[in-house]
């Protein structure tokens, strides 16, 4: 399931508000066990552009 998650987020990476709608929809996806590496990828991946979307929601996660 993570590689289908990664595969819509690359896609829609292009838009903030359809990368944010697809990551909040990709975490309820995932089981626990993946989101420590899913969270790493998406660090590595898109924090250039959208840190402030990730952290908004890797940091609920971790609280």
Sequence with gaps: M???V???LL???FDKKL??????KGLNMLVPSELEEFRE???RT???IYE?????YFIRLAG
């Excluded at 990368?19 to 909040?24: A, P, S, Y």
Aim: charge should be positive; charged fraction near 35%; include cysteine.
């Design 2 to 4: 993570m590689d289908y």
């Design 6 to 8: 990664k595969t819509i």
């Design 11 to 13: 896609k829609v990476s």
């Design 19 to 24: 990368f944010e709608k697809e990551l909040r």
């Design 41 to 43: 990828w998406c660090y």
């Design 46 to 48: 898109f924090a250039k």
């Design 52 to 56: 402030p979307i990730l952290n908004k």
